[in-house]
């Protein structure tokens, strides 16, 4: 995956979590084993923990238009 689309991913997770941000930036510190643990992650003022898998899977299917929020 290019960094340019990289980068229009992290951007477009803005309309699913309102913390989409510091999301994306646990998520790459935790994909390059900087950091340990879930991806804390905020959606209908509620707060849900997720690998870095399944954040993976939500944020890149909503991208491509397989997931509506």
Do not use: E, Q
């Amino acid at each position: 995956m290019s960094i340019v689309r990289k980068f229009k991913v992290l951007i477009n997770s803005k309309k699913i979590f309102r913390n989409w941000l510091s999301a994306g930036i646990k998520y790459y510190l935790v994909k390059y084993g900087l950091v340990k643990g879930g991806i804390s992650i905020r959606c209908n003022d509620k707060k849900y923990i997720l690998s870095s898998k399944a954040y993976f899977y939500i944020v890149s299917n909503y991208y491509r238009g397989v997931l509506r929020v």
